[in-house]
């Protein structure tokens, strides 16, 4: 019964890791196809750890294509709620680093309060706060939903007078 929730929790992980692979691709950050479309054998291969893959270890740093210092910062939550200490952590990482942009994956919503301070964190700083049940399709890649597109300055000003 274990193994079997584990089992189900590493590929909720890896469809996880592989949309958010996809994501920053898709904004023109640099990932190799074989980070993008990972096989499910070969992320436990990386990161299955005693049975159980391990969040902390699923973190990534992007560089843009267009810019090598535009760097992008993919980092996973350890526990159930973010919290406070977690995001000063953050901050001092980012600070560290030279990092102006994050993406952190909580497995639930943040708090009250860490939503605050991450309110005042992205004066500083450009983060974005995913649930990973919101990562586990990438819908982009939905038959359905057509293929975005960056306008132009034109074509957003025709659009802008309709």
Known sequence: MEEERTERETIRL??????????????????TANEREMSLDHFKSI??????????????VV??????????????????????????????????????????????????????IITEMQSRFHLEVFQEAELLVNITKHSLVPEHQVLTADEKAALLLK
Request: glycine content about 4%; aromatic content about 8%; charged content about 25%.
């Open 47 to 60: 990161y299955v750890r005693g049975g159980s893959v391990e969040r902390k270890e699923l973190e990534f």
């Open 14 to 31: 890896w469809r996880i890791y592989r949309t958010l692979h996809q994501m920053v691709n898709d904004r023109g950050y640099q990932v």
């Open 63 to 116: 560089q843009a294509e267009s810019n090598p210092n535009d760097q992008l910062l993919v980092m996973f939550q350890s526990g159930d709620v973010l919290r406070i200490k977690e995001l000063k952590a953050i901050y001092l990482r980012m600070e560290s680093q030279a990092l102006e942009k994050a993406i952190i994956v909580c497995q639930k919503a943040p708090t009250t309060q860490s939503s605050k």
